[in-house]
């Protein structure tokens, strides 16, 4: 069964840091090295918007208001997908999730809450 274990969240400075951690201690290597995957913000009373993503090629792409601040990476003896957040905004605020697409199926983790204080 699939899991998919998010942490990292919390409450920082403006101008702060966090990494998140995305870890999927049950897939078998070969299909975590084949997957896309995603991190997704959810701000108060506003949609799920894609923050970044990294292909199984492990291209990235960065939504405009993240770029040069934060940095998506893989780490496949782990088993986890990190974001890692710097110059962190109070705009940078809500709920982030973890979505992997692997050949079609896809899942979502739990989420995890980041509050940055200005």
């Known amino acids: 069964q699939l899991r998919v274990v998010e942490s990292g969240g919390g409450l920082v400075q403006a101008g702060g840091s966090l990494r998140l951690s995305c870890k999927f201690p049950?897939?078998?290597?070969?299909?975590?090295?084949?997957?896309?995957v995603a991190w997704y913000r959810q701000a108060p009373g506003k949609q799920r918007d894609m923050v970044a993503s990294?292909?199984?090629?492990?291209?990235?792409n960065y939504a405009d208001s993240v770029k040069d601040r934060f940095t998506i990476s893989k780490e496949n003896t782990r088993r986890t997908v990190y974001l890692q957040m710097n110059s962190l905004k109070s705009e940078d605020t809500g709920v982030y999730y973890c979505?992997?697409?692997?050949?079609?199926?896809?899942?979502w983790g739990q989420g995890t809450q980041v509050t940055v204080s200005s």
């Open positions: 979505f992997r697409d692997y050949q079609g199926q896809t899942n």
């Open positions: 049950t897939t078998i290597l070969s299909v975590f090295t084949g997957m896309d």
């Open positions: 990294i292909s199984s090629d492990r291209t990235t």
